[in-house]
């Protein structure tokens, strides 16, 4: 789930230097790193682990917009004028994330040119994910958004080496990301399982043949 990040500058290492600003946090599965509403403030960055980004509408509607993990950022809102956050970041694994104060990552995007170019790579990657992910609503149906959805878990179709073997997540979860209901979650996934697209094995298996399936539009995978 990594963003197209510079391999040639090790932004792990770098952030830990920068002393003041910077903290590193440790955090339990299930633990709230930040929650919609509060004051944004800081931007994150995973260092081990994964989360997961949810919104929730004046109904009570939850949406999860964003599966996000190692070397990824999060919460650069702050950094555009947000003054609050719109919403919330909760750990999916244990996970190790620093967080840098608003001031100290302005400064850092000011002065040192290898982490700027860093930053505005994960950024313009962030865009292209989001323009992505909306074109995959608007023309896609659930089946194939759910295909989408566990690919990119599994991080099929980007830089680096997939990773198969998904961490655990809930089927409300998958709904939540792909804009249906869990019913029709559990029938996709079960109708994945049968065609050979997926196992189960202590976590979700993506098998190579998903991502056939969906480049090819194979009549399994309707779009």
């Known amino acids: 789930m990594a963003t197209d990040d510079l391999p040639s500058f090790e932004v792990t290492s770098f952030l830990a230097k920068i002393g003041e600003g910077q903290r590193i946090d440790r955090y339990h599965e299930d633990q709230v790193v930040f929650a919609q509403g509060a004051a944004a403030d800081a931007v994150f960055f995973i260092q081990e682990g994964e989360v997961k980004?949810?919104?929730?509408?004046?109904?009570?509607?939850?949406?999860?917009?964003?599966?996000?993990?190692?070397?990824?950022?999060?919460?650069?809102?702050?950094?555009?004028?947000?003054?609050?956050?719109?919403?919330?970041?909760?750990?999916?694994?244990?996970?190790?994330?620093?967080?840098?104060?608003?001031?100290?990552?302005?400064?850092?995007?000011?002065?040192?040119?290898?982490?700027?170019?860093?930053?505005?790579?994960?950024?313009?990657?962030?865009?292209?994910?989001?323009?992505?992910d909306l074109v995959d609503q608007l023309f896609n149906s659930s089946e194939k958004r759910l295909a989408r959805t566990l690919l990119l878990l599994a991080n099929f179709g980007q830089e680096g080496n997939p990773t198969p073997m998904i961490a655990k997540i809930s089927q409300e979860t998958l709904a939540q990301m792909v804009g249906t209901t869990r019913s029709r979650v559990s029938f996709f996934m079960n109708r994945f399982r049968e065609l050979g697209f997926i196992s189960y094995n202590g976590g979700i298996e993506i098998h190579s043949s998903l991502l056939n399936a969906v480049l090819h539009d194979q009549p399994h995978i309707k779009p």
């Not at 599966?67 to 950022?73: P, T």
């Not at 999916?92 to 790579?121: D, W």
């Open 53 to 132: 980004v949810s919104v929730v509408s004046e109904q009570g509607k939850e949406a999860v917009v964003a599966m996000l993990g190692k070397e990824e950022f999060f919460g650069e809102g702050c950094l555009a004028g947000q003054a609050l956050r719109i919403s919330t970041v909760t750990t999916l694994t244990e996970a190790v994330i620093i967080r840098l104060e608003k001031a100290a990552i302005v400064r850092l995007i000011q002065e040192e040119p290898e982490f700027s170019e860093t930053f505005i790579s994960h950024l313009l990657s962030r865009a292209i994910r989001v323009e992505a």
